[in-house]
């Protein structure tokens, strides 16, 4: 199965409401975690990171959590804006080959639209 | 500079040629890593140089791929006999700790036609 889960693919909310998006890992040594923002036509652009020894992050309206006994993560955004439409990724650091370095992977994003 | 700098930004090219992309990461940044997004899916990691040596090359594709950091700043990704598939967009990322806190540039979107 894939490294990294991303869920759900699409997300459509109204102007002012909460979005939340989850993600599942397997890989147990996994230390880093940062979500990434991509709009039309951009490269990603990180927006928030966490690691393995913080249960919880918040930078004003955007929190992540992390459980990782059960290796999965969380995007919380509240009081979404039409301005933070765009797809949303997130990532886990995972070792691509034995003796190789932890690279982040990344999941297959979410589509978030904010309608005003 | 103040980002990541990757040039063209498009390129379209005939099945069978060789296509170089260049990546100027930000000064100072030490680790740069090359990624590949298809359409709808997430970047998917393909080689990462700290300084001038790849120090982890296992996401490259086939060995029609190579990419070099000859002096530890510009990377220069080189697909050979490009094929239909490698069409894609190709994102460059820089950052001073190793695969954390990247900042991506804006990528080259490769066409094979």
Known sequence: GENVEQHPSTLSVQEGDSAVIKCTYSDSASNYFPWYKQELGKGPQLIIDIRSNVGEKKDQRIAVTLNKTAKHFSLHITETQPEDSAVYFCAASIRHSSGGSYIPTFGRGTSLIVHP | ?113
């Not at chain 2, 060789?18 to 100027?24: A, F, G």
């Not at chain 2, 590949?36 to 300084?51: A, K």
């Open chain 2, 1 to 113: 500079g103040a980002g990541v700098s990757q040039t063209p930004s498009n390129k379209v090219t005939e099945k069978g040629k060789y296509v170089e992309l260049r990546c100027d990461p930000i000064s100072g940044h030490t680790a740069l890593y090359w990624y590949r997004q298809s359409l709808g899916q997430g970047p998917e990691f393909l080689i990462y140089f700290q300084g001038t040596g790849a120090a982890d090359d296992s996401g490259l594709p086939n060995d029609r791929f190579f990419a070099v950091r000859p002096e530890g700043s510009v990377s220069t990704l080189k697909i050979q006999r490009t094929e239909r598939g490698d069409s894609a967009v190709y994102l460059c990322a820089s950052s001073l700790e190793t695969g954390e806190c990247y900042t991506f540039g804006s990528g080259t979107r490769l066409t094979v036609v």
